[in-house]
């Protein structure tokens, strides 16, 4: 009986994504309904802190030290490396975040393995001896439940799926070294932090979103402030992204990043069908548009009909009289 | 340069029809197709690209589609794409990401190029991992998420800027090598009125499994490691209130709420 594993991505300051501690928690559950082992796995080219965050999570979490994994592309040297482990240990599922770094690995890993892979997983559960799936599909009007058609396979997982919570104890890392084929290597020549790179829209519990009818760059600012005091992150549409007033980072929708906050706040946007489907599974959605024809008008929860900026302003005044 | 871009045909988004048949697999016929929105970015990377450079170089579409995605691919010959190569089998039918990443790049062992471009994911899968396993498959280097593309001919080495947390990664890798392509590289042209004329006689080159030398019962819906074991309609959202007055009364409504779903 194979054991589940979750593969630990790198996270900000040489640390573990905050992915891979949800993940973690998720799997802890999945160990009880299938009677199965959870392993975490850190890749790194200094493993230390990484593995200690996921050990908080689980019981065991294998560290792999390779100088690679930072020089080089990290998914790259992480497939590897768990493709030479898999085929040792033989687990049942393998599982990663369903961002950048998680993807890349996950198709590496199908690739060397031939597992299978099911991917944005919204739920993980255990059925009939294998992992059930269940993904959000064309644009959130259909949810489905899938499995391995050999009960074991690569799931990459949604963020927010599962609120990351420390097992009662910490875990034991254990070092391990495994020697198996590499894949090409793609070497970093330098990683670049760009001045107002905003807070990630992944993970963020509240998105509070500009469109066009922001107006330009400057009208980005009453977005930032609302964000700011309700503790959420700004996005955007692609109206706003291409003409230039936020980086591409923050984008909503079908080329952008596909989000699923508590409360999404939505200034200036008309839900067009390509931004609604990165948006639409949010918990709550306020919407601020001078036209109540907007196609937002069909899946907002609430509609405020007025021009954003004075609606913002009054509604950055009474946040700020709420919390004073 | 020579360039080979994966394009998938999809069911348009924008028409919101998509659904899934009675086997649990996409409804192809329900919806028209369009060329999947981060193929065409990687698109106009390669046309771009080859513009800078045209003596020697091309742009291949490689696609492995139903035998109905000719009139698909005509869109992106139309863009300026210098032909296509379209593998179609009936014993694709259902194929998943394992079948879908060997069949690519058996095609792509066929061809000459330098760089091979694909969008980072596809609006109908969302999947995002095949591109990564052609790579794994041909050991091509593999560099993803591209806001930037710059070869350098002469090196035989590209230059990936990749979308990071915090800004970019600067990637290095020789050539030939595949790149994952997204939006920020920049909104796809229309095609021109010529290119469309141009488009009609461009070869589209049909490849069966067996011309790949692939044997049709290792892949495809019959060996698929991945099944829908069941579909439900998530609750639809209730209904919008609409609320017009004062600012202030609008701001008031949006605090009430907020604080009813304790969100504040
Ligand atoms: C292949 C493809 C991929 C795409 N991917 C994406 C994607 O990932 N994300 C995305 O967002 N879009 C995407 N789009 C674009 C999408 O179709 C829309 O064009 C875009 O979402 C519109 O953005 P918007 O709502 O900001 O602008 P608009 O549609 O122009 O809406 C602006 C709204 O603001 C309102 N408004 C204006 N001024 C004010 C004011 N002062 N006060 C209050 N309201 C005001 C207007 O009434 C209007 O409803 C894609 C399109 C294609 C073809
Ligand atoms: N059937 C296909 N034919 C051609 N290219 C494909 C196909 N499937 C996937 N791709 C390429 O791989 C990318 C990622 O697809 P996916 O992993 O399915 O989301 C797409 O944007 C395409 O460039």
């Given amino acids: 009986m194979g054991a589940l594993w979750v593969v630990g991505e790198p996270g900000p300051e040489h640390g573990l994504a905050r992915i891979s501690t949800e993940i973690a928690t998720l799997v ?10 959870v392993v975490g796995i850190v890749v790194a080219a200094d493993p230390g802190e990484p593995a200690a965050e996921l050990a908080r999570y689980l019981p065991v979490v294998f560290a792999i030290q390779d100088e690679a994994a930072d020089a080089l592309a990290w998914s790259s040297v992480a497939a590897a490396h768990v493709a030479a482990l898999a085929t ?3 687990p049942d599922l393998i599982l990663a975040g369903a961002g950048p770094d998680g993807r890349d690995l996950a198709g590496a890993l199908s690739a060397q393995t031939g597992l299978g892979v099911l991917t944005n997983a919204t739920g993980v ?8 799936v269940e993904m959000s599909v064309f644009g959130g009007k259909l949810v ?4 391995f058609t050999a009960n074991r396979g690569i799931v990459t997982v949604r963020p927010n799926v599962a609120t990351a919570t420390p097992a009662a104890s910490p875990g034991r890392i254990e070092p391990r070294t495994v020697g198996g084929p590499t894949l090409p290597a793609v070497r970093v020549v ?17 998105i509070v979103a500009g469109g066009r009818g922001v107006g330009g760059p400057g009208g980005f600012d009453l977005v930032e402030q609302l964000a700011g005091s309700l503790g959420g992150a700004v996005g955007a549409t692609r109206a706003a992204v291409d003409s230039g007033w936020i980086p591409y980072s923050q984008q909503i929708g079908q080329t952008g990043k596909i989000v699923k906050p508590e409360l999404y706040l939505a200034l200036g946007i008309s839900g067009a069908i390509q931004h609604k489907v990165g948006m639409q599974t949010a918990g709550t959605i306020v919407a601020v548009n001078r036209d109540p024809d907007a196609p937002i008008a069909d899946f907002a929860d609430l509609l405020v009909v007025g021009d954003l900026f004075e609606v913002g302003a009054a509604l950055l005044e009474q946040l700020r009289g709420r919390s004073g | 340069m020579r360039i080979v871009v994966l394009i998938k045909p999809v069911p348009d988004p924008a028409s919101a029809g998509e659904r899934l048949g009675p086997d649990g697999r996409l409804d192809r016929a329900a919806v028209p197709a369009v060329v999947n929105g981060n193929d065409e970015y990687a698109l106009e990377a390669a046309l771009k690209l080859v513009a800078l450079a045209p003596e020697g170089s091309d742009v291949t579409l490689l696609s492995m589609a139903p035998a109905s995605a000719p009139e698909t691919l005509r869109k992106a010959l139309a863009m300026g794409a210098t032909r296509g190569v379209l593998v179609t089998d009936p014993a694709l039918a259902g194929a998943d990401a394992v079948s879908t990443a060997r069949v690519l790049a058996a095609a792509l062992r066929e061809l000459e190029f330098d760089l091979a471009l694909a969008g980072v994911d596809t609006s109908d899968g969302v999947g995002g991992t095949v591109s990564a396993a052609v790579a794994a498959h041909l050991g091509l280097p593999f560099l993803s998420y591209a806001a930037r593309i710059e070869p350098d001919e002469a090196a035989k080495a590209v230059r990936v800027r990749r979308i990071s947390p915090t800004g970019y990664d600067l990637l290095e890798a020789p050539m030939p090598a595949l790149i994952s392509c997204t939006q920020a590289l920049g909104e796809p042209r229309y095609p021109s009125l010529k290119g469309i004329m141009a488009a009609r006689s461009k070869e589209i080159v049909s490849r069966s499994l067996a011309d790949l030398g692939i044997d049709q019962a290792t892949v495809g819906g019959a060996v698929a490691t991945t099944a829908v074991l069941g579909t439900r309609t998530p609750p639809a959202r209730g209904a919008t209130e609409i609320v017009r007055g004062t600012p202030a009364e609008g701001a008031s409504r949006i605090v009430e709420l907020l604080a009813a779903r304790r969100l504040i």
């Fill in chain 1, 144 to 147: 489905t439940t899938s499995g």
């Fill in chain 1, 88 to 90: 040792a240990d033989a």
């Fill in chain 1, 28 to 37: 802890r559950d999945l160990a009880a309904s299938s009677g199965r082992d």
């Fill in chain 1, 125 to 132: 559960a255990w059925a009939d001896g294998g992992p059930t």
């Fill in chain 1, 190 to 206: 330098e990683r670049v932090s760009e001045a107002g790179t905003a807070a990630p829209i992944e993970e963020a519990k509240i």
